[in-house]
Each structure stands twice: as C-alpha cells, then as structure tokens.
C-alpha cells in the first residue's frame, strides 16, 4: 500500500497513517500537560467526521491529512461503501472511551488492522477500545488500501482474493480491466433514467456516483472443449444528495455481481449478471477478439437463440416489472485507465413498455 507498508500499522511503522498516530499518542500522552490536553480532546472528537488540524490541537497535519483523503468516503476515499457516518461514529465511541477522566493515567495506543481484502465492503469499518493495564488501545478495522504491494504476498493486490495465476495476457479484451491484479474504477459522472415506483413516472439521476471493483478469475474455466476466462466484478452506485456537493446517499442506486467472460476459440464474450432484485441474466457479445476495446453485449428473455442469452426475473418481478430485453455497450478506454457504458434495460410494467437507460465513464482509481 501506498504509505501503508504493514498490513498491521501503528505508530512505530513507517506509513501514512503511523504519522497520524504518533502525532495523536504524543499530543495525548504528554505526561505534563495530558489531563487538561485530553479534557480538551473530549470536546473535540464528539464530531470526529469534522475534525481538522486546528481541532486536533497540537497534531500536526501529515498523517491528519492521509486519514482525511482515504478514510472519510466520497470520491477520494478507497473505500466508496464506508459512510463519512460510519468512520464518525465508530471512532467518536472509541475516542470518547479512551479520553474517559478515570483512564488518564493510561497511554493512549493507535493500532490499524488493514488485513481484510474486500475493498467494496459495506460498513466494514470499527474502532474499538481495548485497555490493558498500562494502556488504552484504540483498535481500527478496516480493508485494505487499492494499491502498493501486498506485504504478506509480495504481490500487487489488494482485493478479497490473491492475484490470478494465469499468465499476463490471458484475459482477452477485459486484460487492461484486472488481468493479475484487483483493479477499482470510480465516477461521479453517470446518468440513470428508470422507473419510480413512488411517484409512478420515470425519473432521471444524473450525477450519480458508481463504483466497479475486478478480480482476476484464479485458473481457467473448462466446460468440456469450451475454455473460459476473464474477470468477476462488482458494481454499485448511489444517488447524490440533492444540493450538495461531492454527497452521495447511503442506500445504493444499484448494485450487482457478475462476471465479464472470453471464449477466445469462439470470438465471444460473455457477461453475467446477479442482482440483489433476484434478476439473473447472461448476456452475449459476438465477433470479439483480444484486442476489441468496443462490445455490445445482448440477452433477451424469450429468445430461443442461445446467442441472445437470457433473463430470469423472480415470480413477483416477472408480473409487476420483467426485464425483457438487455443491451449494453461497453467501451475500454485509454489502455484501460478508464472504461465508459451504456446500458439499456427494457420491462414490462402492468402491460407497458418501460426503457431503463444507465450511461456513465469511469476511472481507474
């Protein structure tokens, strides 16, 4: 990682964050001036999500700066599903524990766990107080950061799962996206125009933000002589919060899994979609090579060419609002520092036609 080389950090380390931490011990610890500095510091903290270097006191801004980029959320934070309200609330519980008048006489100790691997997680971020009997130690949690080498593996990967063993190269089109490596690309930038269920009409979103995480598919997949490889992904986006900026709401837009395939022998690629709705469907692109940066991937429901793939949506769904057909384009862009989409969804709603369109251009973060 970037300024993190220990999965494991604290103030004895060598990163980013170890800054931060050593300016906090140091600034707490004081053994002349720690009661009133720390009294101080409860009023502070109460807000964590706010706090600045003139608010922290005596911290200096280096590692202050390193946690206000990466931790917080929002466009320049690694991890888009961890809210500016989850870091707030955990570290604020954790700070106030610590700076507790009756826990003075302890030092107050820094450490940040970075081990886990999935670095879409949904609120996987938590700062506990753990005390001993010298010392109060204020245990973060959280995954680790998109970037650097891996120390455990020497190897340049920081996603929930080792780097592929397939040989640089053998992912077809989609090797620019992920190829060895977990790869995260982020926007602010995309269009969505759907259906509101609330207000009965169609709805346009611009604006909004979108996340795609890849992971490099381990071993090749064999389907008798069919060989298969590529990338799995996930993708997930949110509304922004009207008439602020660089905010974006906590319940996602939209979010999927699936996996991007190539069946190099066939000149084929595949794209395979779950959603949490309990809509499932394969999608097909024709006429690929390794070097396509542009495919058009089509499923269509009720299509007896297998070429046409196909769409299942759950009972409910199937009545109230099946997805009938599905196309979406997609353009690898710049080498693959940047891909751009769009997607068109057509439902049937109570007998009506309804066309669901998604558009946005992302950069690999």
């Excluded at 077809?172 to 690309?185: H, W």
């Excluded at 299509?303 to 009972?315: A, R």
């Excluded at 599905?326 to 969804?345: N, P, Q, V």
């Amino acid at each position: 990682m970037g300024g993190m080389p220990d999965p494991i950090e604290t103030s004895g380390s060598t990163g980013g964050a170890a800054k931060f931490f050593k300016n906090v011990e140091g600034w707490l610890n004081d053994p002349v001036k720690r009661t009133v500095r720390r009294s101080d510091a409860r009023t502070k903290v109460e807000n964590f999500a706010l706090i600045n270097t003139t608010a922290a006191g005596g911290m200096t801004t280096g590692g202050l700066t390193h946690f206000d980029l990466h931790w917080r959320g929002g466009s320049s934070g690694w991890w888009p599903r961890i809210t500016r309200d989850r870091v707030n609330s955990q570290m604020r519980s954790a700070f106030l524990s610590a700076l507790a008048p009756e826990k003075v006489p302890l030092n107050i100790r820094l450490r940040w766990d970075c081990r886990y691997r999935d670095l879409n997680a949904v609120e996987y971020f938590s700062a506990t107080p753990v005390e001993t009997s010298s010392e109060v130690w204020i245990e973060i949690v959280s995954p680790r950061a998109p970037e650097g080498t891996d120390p455990e593996s020497g190897r340049p990967n920081y996603g929930f799962n080792p780097t592929s063993d397939l040989p640089g190269g053998s992912i077809g089109p989609f090797t620019v996206l992920g190829d060895q490596q977990v790869a995260n690309y982020d926007s602010t930038a995309g269009i969505d125009n759907s259906y509101d269920n609330v207000r009965g009409e169609m709805v346009t979103t611009d604006g909004f933000r979108e996340s795609w995480s890849f992971f490099p598919i381990h071993e090749p997949v064999k389907n008798g002589t069919q060989v298969l490889t590529g990338l799995s992904y996930t993708r997930d986006s949110w509304r922004p919060v009207p008439d602020q900026t660089d905010t974006f709401e906590d319940e996602t837009l939209h979010s999927e899994t699936g996996y991007f395939l190539w069946d190099a022998q066939n000149g084929l690629a595949y794209r395979v979609i779950a959603l949490p709705r309990g809509v499932t469907l394969l999608a097909v692109a024709r006429d690929v090579n390794e070097e396509s940066t542009e495919l058009t991937f089509v499923a269509e429901a009720d299509s007896n060419d297998p070429f046409f793939g196909g769409i299942l949506s759950n009972p409910i769904l199937f009545e109230s609002a099946r997805t009938v057909r599905f196309e979406s384009t997609m353009r690898i862009l710049d080498s693959g520092t940047s891909f751009a989409y769009d997607d068109k969804a057509e439902q049937r709603r109570e007998g009506q036609e309804v066309e669901h369109t998604d558009s946005n251009s992302l950069i690999r973060i």
